[in-house]
Every structure is written in structure tokens, then in C-alpha cells.
């Protein structure tokens, strides 16, 4: 497994060229397209993933799911763009955007939304500034699976996310 840490989530070289977003140092960790882990992933800074996880994803900055990205996942962040595939309930404290190669299957909730024409998108949306209001994302908690292996005493009230 390898997992390039300290180097931009927007960054990625492709086909001899390499595309960026204005703010690279958005997501410190990268998970390449030949890795798949299962258990739960927490970064303090951003992720970007274009390889496949199945469990759960939390980081107070941004999950950048790259267009070769899969998860099988709870997803908890800041910020989340999704370019692949995401099964599983996403979470926001600021924005979520559906990139037009997006396929999502699963509950959203964030403060903001942006959907490009051509994703794909099956489940519940709760948008808005109050939208988060009770939440994990909405207390800066970790989900309480998460918080239990890392001995944290920061959890989800209930142990629900």
C-alpha cells in the first residue's frame, strides 16, 4: 500500500500534464489508484482519494474523491468534492460538490451544494446553514467508531452520526 503524504490533493499528474486547484495544500494525503483499504481513515488537514476505501473518512479540511475514487464510506468534512463513486452517507460542515463524472448513492448533508450537470445522485438532501445543527460535523466530533479506536473523548452524542 502506498499512501503519498504532504503533497496536494488537487495535484495530480495526468497524461503528461498536471492539473491543480488554486490551493494545493488543501489535502496533505493522498491515496493513489492502486490502493484499497478498509477501516476508517482520519486526517487532520484534507484527503484526496482516488483509489478505494470502505468504512469511514473524517477530516475537519477537504475529501477530494478523485474521478478513479470508490467509497464504501461514511464521509465527514469540511469541504467534499466527488469526481468518482461514493456509496455511503456525506457530510459537510461547508460545501459539497458533485462534479459532473460524480455517481453518489447515499444521504447528503452540508451548509452548501453545488451539483454539475451530468452527476448522478440517489438518496436524501438536507442543505442549508442550519442543516448540520445537532450533527458530528456540525461539533467538530468524530463519529463515535472512530473516536473508540483513537481513544478520543470527543463523540457523537448517542454514538449516531
Known amino acids: 500500500m502506498t ?17 491543480a486547484e488554486a490551493n494545493t495544500a488543501d489535502c496533505a494525503t493522498v491515496i493513489g489508484n492502486d490502493v484499497v483499504i478498509k477501516g476508517e481513515i482520519t486526517v487532520e488537514k484534507g484527503l484526496r482519494v482516488d483509489g478505494q476505501i470502505e468504512g469511514a473518512v473524517t477530516t475537519k479540511g477537504k475529501v477530494h474523491v478523485g474521478k478513479t475514487g470508490q467509497l464504501n464510506a461514511e464521509v465527514n468534512g469540511g469541504s467534499v468534492v466527488i469526481e468518482g463513486k461514493v456509496r455511503g452517507n456525506v457530510t459537510a460542515s461547508d460545501r459539497v460538490s458533485l462534479e459532473a463524472t ?13 451539483v454539475h450537470e451530468g452527476a448522478t445522485f440517489v438518496g436524501k ?4 446553514p442550519d442543516a448540520l445543527k445537532g450533527s458530528a460535523a456540525a461539533a467538530g466530533a468524530v463519529p463515535a467508531a472512530v473516536a473508540a479506536r483513537l481513544g478520543n473523548q470527543t463523540t457523537v452524542p448517542n454514538g449516531k452520526h
Open 3 to 19: 499512501i503519498n503524504v504532504g503533497e496536494g490533493c488537487c495535484e495530480k499528474q495526468r497524461e503528461g500534464s498536471i492539473m
Open 102 to 114: 460524480a455517481n453518489v448513492s447515499g444521504d447528503l448533508t452540508a451548509t452548501k451544494l453545488v
Open 125 to 128: 438532501v438536507n442543505v442549508g
